[in-house]
């Protein structure tokens, strides 16, 4: 499996529709279970997810509201350049209050405004 999806109910179904398995999440603490379930970092405790899966995940789709609760933990897996590599996306709300698009952060970086 080269994708996996953490996030909610509704897009975790939309996802399995075109083949991309995931796991519903609903808070901090279940978000947190999941993400380190996947990357294989649970240490002697197992994660809400078979072991299996960690070791074939290269992209991780989640949420910015499950970017919002792995917090400090997901700069720390992004910063540290390990696989899998984690795309946020836009939940069922559309973005998040105070989160740069895209497009916007393209545009800061090279600073042009078409």
């Known amino acids: 499996m ?3 999806f953490i ?9 399995r529709f075109v083949g991309i398995h995931g796991h519903a999440v609903s808070g901090k603490e279940d978000a947190l279970a999941v993400f380190k379930g996947l990357t294989g970092d649970w240490g002697e405790a197992a994660g809400p997810v078979s072991s299996g ?3 074939s995940c290269l992209v991780l789709i989640i949420t910015e509201e ?6 400090e933990t997901l700069t720390d897996w992004q ?3 390990k696989y899998p590599l984690v795309v946020e996306i836009p939940g069922t709300m559309g973005h998040l209050a105070g989160r740069k698009t895209l497009v916007d952060s393209i545009r800061e970086a090279i600073g042009i405004h078409v």
């Open 66 to 71: 499950t970017a919002d609760w792995l917090g």
């Open 53 to 55: 899966e960690h070791c």
């Open 7 to 15: 996030g909610d109910p509704e897009l975790v179904t939309a996802f």
């Open 79 to 81: 910063l540290g350049g």
């Open 2 to 4: 080269d994708y996996f």
